[in-house]
């Protein structure tokens, strides 16, 4: 009796030993998983929260594990179970997170490729655009008309030329306004800027303006044509009568039509 109570106790020790290991064994997995859980990233909401949950799973039973004292074949065996799902769970997240980052991987090279197409694409759209800019600039020009053969004069009160301030009534400007099939054609306003010796604009109101670039300036007078495409001869008149005599010295004369500066002259008073 006495070997055999011997014989069952080393028995009992030996199997005590063994759920032992298994239970050792079990702790190291369940911890395995629960740091395999904390790598685990992905950017998806719905597999982000189904991941801390299955990590708390493990974690739950890892702390259940670690505070048991005394264990059974049947607990061992139910840990053993358990830890097989839990592993079999973490294979399955890692399966669906590794296709994700194929398929971000897949769709991010996909991206890639549309960036640097939309980029080729703006490129090209900014040489398009650059391209009808200096076209549009090249039929700006080629549209632009021209003040040709131009003469400002003085004229008394006779209606003849002269050149003497005191005398003077009017200033004359004629030109002719040059042939161009290209410029739009009807009804235009002819502008002209005279200044005096001094730099001033001869003025007859202050509101007299006109656009011209990015501003509003002021004309002296002007004169509204009907502009076929052809050549047209066109004066218009600076009328002084009733206004201080003019000074003496050099005038300067600029014409504009449609936002152009299309010509100046001068003319000298004596």
């Known amino acids: 009796m006495i070997v055999l109570f011997f014989v069952e106790k080393s028995q009992h020790n030996e199997i005590l030993n063994e759920m032992g290991q298994e239970k050792d064994s079990i702790t190291i997995e369940l911890q395995q998983m629960a740091l395999g859980y904390d790598s685990l990233t992905v950017e998806n909401d719905t597999l982000t929260h189904n991941l801390e949950m299955a990590s708390e799973q493990v974690r739950q039973l890892l702390t259940e594990v670690e505070q048991v004292k005394k264990t059974s074949?049947?607990?061992i065996s139910r840990y053993r179970k358990e830890v097989t799902t839990l592993r079999k769970i973490m294979r399955n997240y890692i399966v669906q997170i590794d296709s994700l980052n194929k398929k971000n991987a897949a769709l991010l090279a996909e991206n890639n490729q549309?960036?640097?197409?939309?980029?080729?694409?703006?490129?090209?759209?900014?040489?398009?655009?650059?391209?009808?800019?200096?076209?549009?600039?090249?039929i700006s020009i080629a549209a632009a008309l021209e003040a040709l053969n131009i003469q400002a004069v003085g004229i008394n009160k006779k209606g003849k030329e002269n050149?003497?301030?005191?005398?003077?009534?009017?200033?004359?400007?004629t030109f002719t306004l040059s042939k161009n099939v290209a410029a739009k054609r009807g009804e235009k306003q002819i502008y002209i800027r005279i200044m005096d010796p001094f730099e001033n604009l001869l003025l007859e109101n202050e509101d007299n303006t006109f656009k011209f670039e990015d501003s509003n300036i002021q004309y002296s007078a002007v004169r509204t044509i009907n502009y076929e495409g052809e050549a047209l001869p066109v004066s218009i008149y600076w009328d002084n009568t009733n206004k201080p005599p003019l000074s003496k010295g050099k005038y300067i004369v600029h014409i504009f039509t449609d936002g152009n500066n299309i010509g100046e002259t001068n003319l000298e008073i004596k």
């Open 73 to 75: 074949y049947k607990q």
């Open 114 to 138: 549309v960036k640097k197409k939309i980029a080729s694409v703006s490129q090209k759209n900014q040489k398009l655009s650059k391209t009808n800019e200096e076209l549009k600039e090249k």
């Open 163 to 173: 050149h003497k301030a005191r005398k003077i009534e009017k200033l004359k400007v």
